[in-house]
């Protein structure tokens, strides 16, 4: 099946300084990533959908501002997360679709301290 | 909106048992895709079984199988012969069949543990 390539698989940075995951389709070619916010024992929440070449579509509620999605190429999405503050600690995993299915990363593990 | 609810926080099973997790989903749409995923302890998203909406037949794979039933919204999936490496997160998930609407809505999930 298709690989999807997420890193780092966690990262620990201070409060107020920005981290950045990157999401790597590593054998096909993705137009449109996802990137989904896990908090523990809970679902997947979609944050933002991210096309290649053009602005990410947010979903309700999500800061554009503070997570910022960039979409260069047709293998790459990267989700920065700017002046990153403790309540932002959580489990990202970003996802891209082949054929009919999607497929996910490793997830990326933030802490802010 | 389209909406999917697990109604099982948690579940468990003898190993070798059967065990069925439920979901349901709520949808104005006619053609869509349902979906079984599979989180481990790793975390590491992975799909269990596919299920097109327009076919009627119940999607299978190995252990395990769905019971799709389109009228009354409903999406459970069993797994037989029940094994140690099944213990999990399995989350149930919906995507539209639309062109450019590819975003999988999921359930809150279930939690399945495996009793020895």
């Known amino acids: 099946g298709a690989v999807v390539s997420q890193h780092p698989s966690w990262v620990i940075c201070k409060s107020g300084t920005s981290v950045k995951i990157e999401c790597r389709s590593l054998d096909f070619q993705a137009t449109t990533m996802f990137w989904y916010r896990q908090f523990p024992k809970q679902s997947l929440m979609l944050m933002a959908t991210s096309n290649e070449g053009s602005k990410a579509t947010y979903e309700q509620g999500v800061e554009k501002d503070k997570f910022l999605i960039n979409h260069a190429s047709l293998t790459l999405s990267t989700l920065t997360v700017t002046s990153a503050h403790p309540e932002d600690s959580s489990f990202y995993i970003c996802?891209?679709?082949?054929?009919?299915?999607?497929?996910f990363g490793q997830g990326t593990r933030l802490t802010v301290v | 909106a389209q909406t999917v609810t697990q109604s099982q926080p948690e579940m468990s099973v003898q190993e070798a048992e059967t065990v069925t997790l439920s979901c349901t989903y709520d949808?104005?749409?006619?053609?869509?895709?349902l979906f079984w995923y599979k989180q481990p302890p790793s975390r590491q998203m992975i799909l269990v079984i596919r299920?097109?909406?327009?076919?009627?037949q119940n999607a299978t794979e190995n252990r395990f199988s769905v019971n799709f039933q389109k009228a009354a919204k409903s999406f459970s999936l069993k797994i037989s012969d029940s094994q140690l490496g099944d213990a999990a997160m399995y989350f149930c998930?919906?995507?539209?069949?639309?062109?450019?609407?590819?975003?999988?809505?999921f359930g809150t999930g279930t939690r399945l543990t495996i009793i020895p």
């Open positions: 996802s891209a679709r082949a054929f009919t299915e999607a497929f």
């Open positions: 949808t104005s749409e006619s053609d869509y895709y």
């Open positions: 299920q097109e909406a327009y076919k009627q």
């Open positions: 998930a919906y995507r539209s069949a639309d062109f450019g609407n590819e975003k999988l809505t």
